[in-house]
């Protein structure tokens, strides 16, 4: 991961039904021990966790306004 090899993990419930609750309680706190899983959001939105863009709206793009 710290090399740009890996950048997720594909988890199957209905494979490992109780293994959710082993990523929960044992690989999460080991990876954030780590360094390499977050402890906390730097945001208050799903999109500020992903880091993307405020939405264009037509309040917020006035060259769609004046075209109108």
């Known amino acids: 991961m710290r090399h740009g090899a890996v950048d997720g993990f594909n988890v199957t419930p209905y494979l490992i039904p109780g293994g959710l609750d082993d990523i929960v309680d044992l690989l999460v706190p080991e990876l954030q021990e780590r360094g390499v899983y977050r402890t906390e959001y730097t945001g208050t939105t799903l999109r500020e966790h992903l880091g993307l863009r405020a939405p264009l709206t037509h309040r917020?793009?006035?060259?769609?306004?004046?075209?109108?």
């Open 60 to 68: 917020s793009a006035p060259e769609r306004q004046q075209a109108g």
